[in-house]
Structures are given as structure tokens and as C-alpha cells.
């Protein structure tokens, strides 16, 4: 995935723009290591940096919780963190394991 270009994906009925940055600030100004989200703007930062296979993880972790949010899954953040960890690396390795399965889900989805 090239990191020098934003990108949109749709959750729910919503927009959110993926784009990767050589530092980080979240909402509040704060500074944050690898990644950081905006659901109410709509949009998911990612350190630029990151093995092939943490960007995957991170972008799939943060769909997840933006998933939640559109969702109106209300969990408090440490067992919606739990969860979604949980959630991410099983897909992982769903995916990871079973590539040519996933792929049929794919053509099934169309």
C-alpha cells in the first residue's frame, strides 16, 4: 500500500480518509506514536514507517473500531480495545491461513 497518498474507504453510510504522516497528532493536538483516529471528522492517521504487515493490522484495527462507533456499540475503551485487538488479529490470521477462501467470499459479496 503506498503511504504517499490519501485514501477513502466507506463504513457504514460515512466516508473516512486513510492517509499516513511522518509525525502524528491526534484530535486534541496530542502526539501519537503509530496511529490515531477521528471518528466525528472521519479520518485515520498511520505512521509512516510501519512493516507491510502492521499497516494491515493497524488499518483493519481502526476499521474495527470505527465500525463500532457507526454501529452504536458502546463498550467502554478497554474492553472495546480488548475486543477489537481480538477481533483484529483473528481476522489476521482467518485471512493470513485461508487466502483462497476469502477471495471466494469476495466474489460472493459482489
Known amino acids: 500500500?503506498?503511504?504517499d497518498r490519501k485514501v477513502t474507504i466507506k463504513?457504514?453510510?460515512r466516508d473516512y480518509t486513510v492517509s499516513f504522516h511522518d509525525t502524528?497528532?491526534?484530535s486534541q493536538g496530542e502526539v501519537c506514536k503509530e496511529f490515531t483516529h477521528d471518528y466525528d471528522k472521519g479520518w485515520i492517521k498511520i505512521k509512516?514507517?510501519?512493516?507491510?504487515?502492521?499497516?494491515?493490522n493497524t488499518i483493519l484495527h481502526e476499521v474495527l473500531h470505527a465500525i463500532f462507533t457507526e454501529?452504536?456499540?458502546?463498550?467502554?475503551?478497554?474492553?472495546?480495545?480488548?475486543?477489537?485487538?481480538t477481533m483484529t488479529n483473528g481476522f489476521i490470521d482467518f485471512i493470513r491461513d485461508?487466502?483462497?477462501?476469502?477471495?471466494?467470499?469476495?466474489k460472493l459479496l459482489k
Open 98 to 106: 485461508n487466502p483462497r477462501y476469502f477471495k471466494r467470499i469476495l
Open 1 to 3: 500500500m503506498r503511504t
Open 71 to 85: 454501529r452504536g456499540l458502546m463498550y467502554s475503551t478497554k474492553e472495546e480495545e480488548k475486543i477489537v485487538m
Open 24 to 26: 502524528l497528532k491526534g
Open 11 to 13: 463504513i457504514g453510510c
Open 48 to 56: 509512516k514507517g510501519m512493516s507491510p504487515q502492521e499497516k494491515g
